[in-house]
């Protein structure tokens, strides 16, 4: 939609973020072809990761060597073949993967219009704890708990919460006036984003309105709190790292 006063929702700080779908720019990243990539956020923001919003053109391809990066993939619409190292499997809406460092990955024969966000970090070793391995899951298959006991507020924990992990992957959803608890202040840093639903989200002193397709970046120690408001659950995506010593 045009914005003839140049007005937009998003708002980028020193130590947050929120990316609204009007601005978006197409980019183009070296290993995705025949598809749209934007890069919501990355280092050049403050960031110690990179989230990437890709949608997938006719013919649209997305190819990794193994290197260093790290990537988790979730598929919010459509479907494509993930493949990591000799690993085949398809996804369709809702279908995740995790590439680890040294492991070369695929999309391949993704449908026309299929929406993938990506997350990518460069991978922390933990002395005498095993890698990480690949995983391809679909997000139907993980139960959603009730988070801190509220079973209107439910998260799905989609890859593995075991030492060799530096990073995780999960999906909360909210029913219509479902809230996080308290504001949580912690070391962690989140991408984000909205998959369904509305509300608004508290990041450092602003709150913002957010809907479905909105992404937001919160550096570490950024003060944030999330309530669902409308007439429909609300859920989003997100990033953290984890597991990795203080100092």
């Not at 989230?51 to 053109?57: G, I, K, P, R, S």
Request: glycine share 12%; proline share 9%; net charge neutral.
């Amino acid at each position: 939609m045009n914005s003839p006063y140049g007005q937009t929702r998003t708002r980028i700080a020193a130590r947050h973020a929120l990316l609204a779908p009007d601005g978006h720019v197409k980019g183009n990243v070296p290993g995705i072809t025949g598809a749209v990539v934007v890069t919501l956020i990355n280092p050049a923001m403050g960031a110690r990761f990179a989230q990437l919003l890709v949608t997938f053109a006719a013919g649209g391809r997305a190819e990794f060597p193994g290197n260093t990066v790290e990537t988790a993939g979730y598929f919010e619409s459509g479907g494509g073949t993930v493949a990591i190292e000799g690993r085949k499997a398809k996804c369709g809406p809702g279908g995740y993967f995790f590439a680890p460092a040294g492991a070369a990955w695929s999309i391949s024969s993704p449908r026309v219009g299929t929406r993938v966000t990506l997350f990518q970090k460069t991978f922390v070793p933990l002395a005498g704890v095993d890698a990480p391995r690949p995983i391809i899951g679909a997000a139907s298959d993980v139960a959603g708990q009730p988070f801190l006991g509220d079973p209107d507020a439910r998260l799905q924990v989609l890859l593995p919460d075991e030492p060799g992990f530096d990073l995780a992957m999960n999906v909360f959803t909210y029913q219509p006036g479902a809230t996080l608890p308290f504001v949580e202040t912690h070391v962690m840093e989140h991408g984000l984003l909205m998959l369904a639903g509305q509300g608004v989200y508290r990041l450092e002193d602003a709150w913002y309105p957010v809907a479905a397709g909105d992404a937001i970046w919160m550096a570490p120690y950024c003060p944030q709190w999330f309530v669902a408001m409308g007439k429909s659950p609300a859920s989003y995506l997100y990033y953290k790292d984890v597991n990795r010593a203080a100092l």
